[in-house]
């Protein structure tokens, strides 16, 4: 399972942090990435990292804006948002599986999502 918090409604510039609680099978997977889908858009890459070695990875829209981190004890993966846009704005998913892909769709396990809102 994979459990995800931390959204919300923050005005242009500002920061959020969203969490990502892996349990059962989820909490051994290779990666853990972050997407996230728009109204009336296609769920689209942010950021991935690989639980062992920490190796991150960023789609070019978010970098040096976003940092993914993960604390392995905790069994959870953040991203840290800051400088965020109005285009940001989005329902923030995060994912796990056992090979590391930017295509959504290749990802078997899957959190509910969270609402991030970027206000002009």
């Known amino acids: 399972q994979l459990q995800a918090s931390g959204g919300g409604l923050v005005q242009a510039g500002g920061s959020l942090r969203l969490s990502c609680a892996a349990s059962g099978r989820t909490s051994s997977a290779y990666v853990m990435g972050w997407f996230r889908q728009a109204p009336g858009k296609e769920r689209e890459f942010v950021a991935t990292i690989i639980w062992s070695g920490g190796n991150t990875n960023y789609a070019d829209s978010v970098k040096g804006r976003f940092t993914i981190s993960r604390d392995n004890a905790k069994n959870t993966v953040y991203l840290q948002m800051n400088s965020l846009k109005p285009q940001d704005t989005a329902v923030y998913y995060c994912?796990?599986?056992?090979?590391?892909?930017?295509?959504?769709?290749?990802?078997?396990?899957w959190g509910q999502g969270t609402q991030v809102t970027v206000s002009s």
């Open positions: 994912a796990a599986e056992a090979f590391r892909t930017e295509i959504p769709g290749t990802y078997r396990y």
